[in-house]
Nanobody, 118 residues
Framework: QVQLVESGGGLVQAGGSLRLSCAAS????????MGWYRQAPGKQRELVAT???????NYADSVKGRFTISRDNAKNTVYLQMNILKPEDTAVYYC????????????WGQGTQVTVSS
């Protein structure tokens, strides 16, 4: 099992910045990907950004140029720096870890609320 503990959400005005952190512990495979997804009220959960343990990143088009994902492999921690926040970024942000192997397994954090006021 893997445990994910998120922090850093909150309320910010449009144009502001927030930084999310997620620390993973437990049975983490040497090949894995960590990332952030978000879910706004009445909408499906969507990908925000992911990063592999090798540093390969992937971003949703809606956040490219504004958000930056990074990770500290020694601490099994992933970060999401969110700049130029918009009201449409308001959502619950969920940390994800995917152990990649013969069978890949996804783990989720409890979610952290990000609210951007206009």
């Amino acid at each position: 099992q893997v445990q994910l503990v998120e922090s850093g959400g909150g309320l910010v005005q449009a144009g502001g910045s927030l930084r999310l952190s997620c620390a993973a512990s437990g049975s983490i495979f040497s090949v894995n990907a960590m990332g952030w997804y978000r879910q706004a009220p009445g909408k499906q959960r969507e990908l925000v950004a992911t990063i592999t343990n090798g540093g390969i990143t992937n971003y949703a088009d809606s956040v490219k140029g504004r958000f930056t994902i990074s990770r500290d492999n020694a601490k099994n921690t992933v970060y999401l720096q969110m700049n130029i926040l918009k009201p449409e970024d308001t959502a619950v942000y969920y940390c994800n870890l995917k152990n990649i192997g013969y069978f890949s397994t996804n783990y989720w954090g409890q979610g952290t609320q990000v609210t951007v006021s206009s």
